[in-house]
């Protein structure tokens, strides 16, 4: 049982025919188990086809790329194989070691709070069974209290290691993670119902605190790729990202600073409102004014950052980027294409164009939903004269591509738009369901402006979120009802928790090391200051722990009595020059100690009888326990003088 629960975690990660096999095996232990059953063990020749079967389909699933999963994946399968050999108790502590080793590697897929609660969980399991193969005789409640025990004194020093052990600004050491597992979220591109699967889930993006008056809702779009390109009916970002830094803003209005907690994701960049001024460290701000980094986000990240709602930027595009926010396939959707140009006939002015398509998608019946109706060849044309019922892509697509018809530079921004404020910890929650498509176009001495067609046909979404618009189509997805009384404030308590899991304990670098140890008047430590204080600590553990235990008599190591009192009497012989043999049990044991020391034969058989009965039989009464401790404390043997 220890087993399947420190395995169970990998089994979501792993390709399903491993996964499958790994199940069957478990199960089948577990069955023997409970039948008493001797279970059937292969041979050598069994147990290496089914490692080569196991590699190749691990190489096959993970593209011949080392990385974490795969390795760990192959761990998982040499602990299933141990399991099928277990003969000895030299196996069981392979088994166990094994499992405290993908215990630790569970946290490649996530550290999360919940996570970590499973993972300690697990311990104890482990430690039982270790105390299991050394006294097989015990009881399950002497087995549950010393694992307790055992883990309870450790975690003194955990805390004390996880406050010392360096924090540095790069890893020592990096293993590649080609995880897949955290791809839920925005991608690279965009085609009509891409935005709105998101819709169903309520896996958190980011979490923001403001350190500065935070925007109201309809004012917070979280900047995310920027696409550029057209084909079929796929929008999608560029290949190669522009060169260059943006131009520098020139006029700035409202100001933010907000301090941003980011989960884990698949693409490269960092989340932002719009629009960002720099990029923090470890990040650049490119001419998308995307903040990018070197590789996707693996693990929880902090970072701050300063947003301004609105810019004037006098930098034109170069004259590859006007190419591209004008660029449309040769044919297609020819309707759209003669209403954009009836709009440039007009010699309008590229902000007078911009007006012109918000007034057509305020004036036509269209209407925001989440279940909108197929669309076929020219989707375009039958979402804006036919169908027109759509998501935020299809609107943030099809207002881009009449304003390339009509002459306007512009392009999609995918994102996030909004957020849940949760008062318990002053903070913004984005997730998933909170994904958004809108527009920029290029307008003269205004530089890139943020123009939203969604905002138009459905404020509410803007204004009060994705759940307000999720309320009016219970059936379109199946979106959890947070409104509820008893569950609301459920939801933000657990929210809150996570919040500072992810500040103080997954976000515990070196600035936040620094400043607790400067706060406990131990300024700037350097790092082998921090080594060298750990190397202590660990040393002096069991000194500190043994004086706690003297001082608190209820965190004593109770001692056996019988293996006090037997281990007192051996020790006798011993010094008389009769040691205990490892194999002898205490009558075989007496009855030697008597023949080779015939003047204290007596009380040597009599005190060796009574351990025996007290080992093997019965528990001894308070008077004969009595007895036996004054007959060997009284005992010395081969001094009769």
């Not at 999360?112 to 399991?125: D, I, R």
């Not at 990018?292 to 950052?305: D, E, G, I, N, Q």
């Not at 509410?460 to 307000?468: K, S």
Request: proline share 8%; net charge positive.
């Amino acid at each position: 049982m220890g087993v399947l629960v420190t395995l169970l975690p990998h089994l979501f990660y792993m390709p399903v025919v491993l996964s499958a096999g790994c199940v069957v095996v478990m199960m089948y232990g577990l069955w023997s188990l409970l039948l008493r059953r001797r279970p059937w063990f292969p041979k050598v020749w069994v147990k290496i086809i089914l490692m080569i079967v196991s590699l190749v389909v691990i190489i096959k699933y993970s593209g011949a790329t080392f990385s974490s999963e795969p390795a760990t994946a192959f761990l998982v399968v040499l602990a299933i194989l141990k399991v099928l050999e277990i003969r000895r108790t030299r196996d069981v502590h392979v088994v166990v070691l094994l499992c405290f080793f993908l215990l630790a590697a569970q946290f490649f897929y996530a550290q999360s709070l919940l996570y970590t609660l499973y993972a300690l969980a697990e311990p104890p399991w482990l430690v039982a069974v270790l105390m299991i193969s050394f006294r097989p005789t015990g009881s399950w409640k002497r087995y549950w209290f010393e694992a307790g025990l055992v883990i309870g004194q450790s975690l003194p020093l955990a805390i004390v290691a996880f406050l010392l052990i360096p924090r540095f600004s790069h890893p020592l050491w990096s293993i590649p993670n080609k995880s897949e597992t955290a791809t839920t979220g925005l991608g690279l591109s965009m085609t009509p119902g891409s935005i709105s699967r998101l819709i169903p889930s309520d896996r958190v993006v980011l979490r923001a605190t403001f350190q500065t008056l935070p925007p109201k809702p309809a004012e917070m779009y979280w900047r995310g790729p920027v696409l550029w390109r057209l084909t079929g009916e796929t929008w999608r970002a560029l290949d190669v990202p522009l060169p260059g830094s943006p131009a520098p803003i020139a006029v700035r209005s409202k100001r933010w600073v907000q301090e941003i907690t980011l989960e884990p994701g698949s693409l490269p960049l960092l989340f932002a409102l719009d629009y960002p001024d720099q990029a923090p460290d470890g990040a650049r701000l490119n001419r998308d004014r995307q903040i990018v980094v070197a590789k996707p986000v693996s693990s929880v990240l902090r970072y701050t950052v300063v947003s301004h709602a609105a810019s004037l930027d006098f930098g034109a595009p170069l004259e590859h980027e006007q190419r591209l926010a004008l660029a449309l396939p040769a044919t297609g959707n020819p309707r759209a294409r003669q209403l954009a140009a009836d709009w440039r006939s007009r010699d309008s002015q590229p902000w007078e164009i911009v007006q012109l398509g918000l007034d057509y998608f305020a004036m036509e019946p269209f209407t925001y939903t989440l279940m909108p109706p197929s669309l076929g060849t020219d989707a375009i044309d039958g979402f804006l004269f036919v169908t027109r019922r759509g998501f935020c892509e299809h609107f943030a697509g099809a207002f881009t591509f009449l304003m390339r018809a009509a002459g306007v530079m512009a392009r999609v921004v995918t994102g996030y738009q909004g957020g849940t404020f949760n008062p318990l910890g002053n903070h913004v929650t984005v997730r998933d369901a909170d994904a958004h498509a809108w527009v920029e176009v290029w307008l003269p001495g205004h530089g890139w402006v943020r123009v939203d067609p969604t905002a138009v046909v459905a404020p509410v979404r803007v204004e009060q979120g994705m759940e307000a618009v999720a309320a009016r189509e219970p059936d379109a997805f199946p979106v959890s009802d947070h409104s509820g009384l008893l569950w609301r404030p459920l939801r933000q308590l657990w929210d809150r928790v996570e919040y500072d899991w992810n500040r103080l304990v997954i976000g515990f670098d070196s600035s936040k090391q620094h400043k607790f140890w400067s706060a406990l008047g131990w300024p700037h430590p350097e790092s082998w200051e921090l080594i060298v204080t750990l190397v202590l600590a660990i040393a002096l553990f069991p000194f500190f722990w043994a004086l706690f235990a003297r001082i608190m008599p209820a965190f004593r190591v109770q001692r056996d009595p019988y293996q006090h009192l037997y281990g007192c009497f051996c020790r006798k012989l011993a010094k008389a020059g009769v040691p205990r043999h490892p194999w002898e049990g205490p009558l075989r044991y007496g009855e030697r100690a008597a023949t080779l020391l015939p003047g204290d034969a007596r009380d040597i058989v009599l005190i060796a009888r009574i351990c025996s009965q007290w080992r093997y039989e019965h528990p001894l009464a308070s008077d004969k326990l009595a007895h036996l401790k004054s007959k060997i404390l009284g005992f010395n043997p081969g001094n009769h003088g």
